[in-house]
């Protein structure tokens, strides 16, 4: 099945969600409101939303119980973009002006910060302490995660391990909650969430890799901002981890990094993509993101037979084969 097959099947679960969304961002400050409903708007793949949804079908599926969990996760993936295009002084995603583009980076992160406190007040309209710490105790994971990757700016020494230590935090938590709080908020058996959970964390590192990957190969119409754009904020990530491993092709690469950084990112880049293209780095983190989709599907072994469960499977494949 194609995940746009699974959207059309979860169409009418998907828009209430979306509806709910912009409700839950409408506030009486005009420029607050028109910042978030920007974001809002340039869409996404509302991929946190979907993996709640279904694993709530693995309990007793209430969409007005499980909405709680759903907007707030998508709230704050979208929160931490609009702090992330701060950082990394985007102008453009998903081929759109970013807010701090469009405004201001003091706008953007007023917005960013408005979001993420939206996200945890609606969260506590469900008496579940659980639930509330475990969404409370991503948002500092997803913080470390990020002063991690600033940490680690344009350091050609780091491992491939230092690498995966800062995607789980920053990405892979907030899916492998998804998964697990849209199994708790619905009672799942304590087992199933476990198993969701393990699911949505190799889903999310997946995720990450393959990103990594096409900021590298893809194109700016596919991927909707320009390619490189992680190395022009300093940001290297598996497939130059792992290109920088080939003796022959490390110099090379240290002098683009170098240059790239004594530029401040603001240089012609196509010598450092271009090395990257022709190394061994981007075959082997695909075999990286292969490794955990396999990882993912194997975590949903014994898990009722439900539509949901195929559903899942069909997530994962298009995680893992994703030019977009």
Partial sequence: ??????????????????????????????????????????????????????????????????????????LIHMASLVHDDVIDDASTRRGQLTVRSKWDNRIAMYTGDY???????????????????IMSKTLVEMSIGEMEQIRFFFHAGQSVRDYLLRIRRKTALLIANSCQLGALAAEAPEKSCRQLYSFGYNVGMAFQVRDDILDLCGTEKEIGKPPGSDIRQGNITIPVIFALQDDKLRPRLLDEIARIEAADGQTDISGFLNLIRGSDGIRRAEEVASKYIDKAIHALEGLPDIQAKKDLISVAHFVGNRSY
């Fill in 115 to 133: 979001i993420f406190a939206r996200a945890l007040n609606i969260v506590t309209r469900l008496p579940n302490p659980e639930i509330h710490q």
């Fill in 1 to 74: 099945m194609k995940l746009l097959d699974l959207y059309a099947k979860l169409k009418k679960d998907i828009g209430y969600i979306e509806k709910e969304l912009e409700r839950s961002i409408d506030v009486d400050h005009p420029l607050l409101r028109e910042a978030s409903l920007h974001l809002l708007k340039a869409g996404g793949k509302r991929l946190r939303p979907v993996v709640v949804l279904l694993g709530a079908k693995f309990g007793k599926y209430d969409l007005e119980k499980i909405k709680h969990v759903a907007v707030p996760l998508e």
